[in-house]
Nanobody, 116 residues
Framework: QVQLVESGGGLVQPGGSLRLSCAASGSIFSIYAMGWYRQAPGKQRELVATITSGGSTNYGDSVKGRFTISRDNAKNTVYLQMNTLKPEDTAVYYC??????????WGQGTQVTVSS
């Protein structure tokens, strides 16, 4: 079992920045691939960014060059640095932990609103 708790969401103006954090507990954090996904009202959940246990990253096309995912295995935490935010980035952002044999886990989500 893995428990995930997101933080760092909020209201920000277009062009601004936010950093999301996801604290994990309950298992060996370093062996999990971690990811951020988002869901806007009326839309399907979509990939934002992922980072493997080895540190390889992957980004959704709409956030490439603006968002950066990172992880600190000593702190059992994964981060999402979001820069140059746009109104279309408004969504609930979810943290995910995945391991091929140990399972797939989700946090409760944190709201990000980009508006002037």
């Amino acid at each position: 079992q893995v428990q995930l708790v997101e933080s760092g969401g909020g209201l920000v103006q277009p062009g601004g920045s936010l950093r999301l954090s996801c604290a994990a507990s309950g298992s060996i954090f370093s062996i999990y691939a971690m990811g951020w996904y988002r869901q806007a009202p009326g839309k399907q959940r979509e990939l934002v960014a992922t980072i493997t246990s080895g540190g390889s990253t992957n980004y959704g096309d709409s956030v490439k060059g603006r968002f950066t995912i990172s992880r600190d295995n000593a702190k059992n935490t994964v981060y999402l640095q979001m820069n140059t935010l746009k109104p279309e980035d408004t969504a609930v952002y979810y943290c995910n932990a995945f391991h091929v044999t140990r399972g797939d886990y989700w946090g409760q989500g944190t709201q990000v609103t980009v508006s002037s």
